[in-house]
Nanobody
Framework: QVQLVESGGDLVQPGGSLRLSCAAS????????VGWYRQAPGKQRDLVAR???????NYADSVKGRFTVSRDNTKNTGYLQMNSLKPEDTAVYYC???????????WGQGTQVTVSS
């Protein structure tokens, strides 16, 4: 059974940092691409960052230079380091793993990130 468990969400002040984790089980994690998405209330779920199985990364323009996506295949875990957080980063963050881009893959349950003073 495939399971993705996100953690690391919290309430943080503007300018602060958080690191989200996505622990995978039930799959050969190393061959999957890992994407991080976020969904704010009343908005669609958007891609924030992705790291492919080969380690290639890409980011949404809104987070470039502030967020860093990474993975540790030995721990079957993906990470999203978020720095210089802004109120507009407030959302539920989800991780998603796919074998090939365009597939629906598997989703985690989400973790809440709130940026507020």
């Amino acid at each position: 059974q495939v399971q993705l468990v996100e953690s690391g969400g919290d309430l943080v002040q503007p300018g602060g940092s958080l690191r989200l984790s996505c622990a995978a089980s039930g799959i050969m994690f190393s061959i999957y691409h890992v994407g991080w998405y976020r969904q704010a209330p009343g908005k669609q779920r958007d891609l924030v960052a992705r790291i492919t199985s080969e380690g290639i990364t890409n980011y949404a323009d809104s987070v470039k230079g502030r967020f860093t996506v990474s993975r540790d295949n030995t721990k079957n875990t993906g990470y999203l380091q978020m720095n210089s957080l802004k109120p507009e980063d407030t959302a539920v963050y989800y991780c998603n793993v796919v074998r090939a881009l365009g597939q629906s893959g598997y989703w985690g349950q989400g973790t809440q990130v709130t940026v507020s003073s």
